[in-house]
């Protein structure tokens, strides 16, 4: 009689074991899945961490660090009344990601049809893939790519909207006024950069390239 009753305390605790487990799981699921939100409509969480080491309350608080990447092998810590918890887990995410629609040469500028995007495992990919398409807009290939490649964004950099030597407009705005002059700029700049420029009395001032090509300094 002993004997049984052991075995039904043992089974029922290890029943309770696995439904919190079960419950930690689904919980990590919904976090990773509303941080994921527009980049990943599929996620899978498994946790690594031995059970007997996971957090004892029914509803830890989940964090990350604000710079930790949100897939793949990672910490998670779970806090339970102040006790702390860290947990290893994997973060399966599927999504849409940047690939090459066909051959470009190093060098070029890409055009509507140099892109396209492709579902797959994003925890899968190589680092810093792109995976909003608007990105590639307006953007120079730093290498040669094939068809099918998924396109990091070191491979490319945005179309100079101002070179160096040449001529452009700078206006130079505070509160209630503003002032234009024109110079030369000294390096290359894409739109949202810094671009530096000698004015014609010498001075060489430094602001942001806008869409007109105007270097924008805000006093």
Do not use: H
């Amino acid at each position: 009689m002993n004997t049984l009753k052991g075995g039904l305390a043992a089974t029922l605790l290890f029943l309770s074991a696995f439904a919190q487990a079960a419950n930690l799981q689904s919980q990590l699921t919904s976090f990773f899945a509303q941080r994921l939100a527009g980049f990943s409509d599929e996620v899978v969480v498994n946790i690594r961490t031995p059970q007997n080491l996971l957090p004892s309350c029914e509803q830890p608080a989940l964090s990350v660090l604000g710079n930790a990447k949100l897939w793949g092998n990672l910490n998670v810590l779970a806090n339970c009344a102040d006790v702390k918890r860290y947990l290893q887990v994997e973060v399966q995410a599927t999504g849409n990601y940047v690939v090459a629609a066909q051959s470009v040469a190093r060098g070029s500028l890409l055009q509507p049809g140099s892109v396209t995007l492709k579902r797959g495992r994003l925890d899968q990919l190589p680092p810093r893939t792109m995976l909003d398409i608007t990105q590639a807009q307006d953007a120079v290939s730093l290498r040669d790519l094939t068809p099918g490649q998924a396109i990091q964004l070191s491979m490319l950099r945005q179309a100079w909207r101002v070179k160096a030597g040449q001529r452009v407009q700078v206006v130079a705005s505070g509160d209630g006024f503003s002032v234009n002059g024109e110079g030369q700029a000294l390096n290359n700049a894409a739109v949202a950069q810094n671009a530096r420029v000698r004015m014609a009395s010498g001075q060489i001032v430094s602001g942001t390239v806008n869409a007109d090509g105007n270097i924008l300094i805000n006093l």
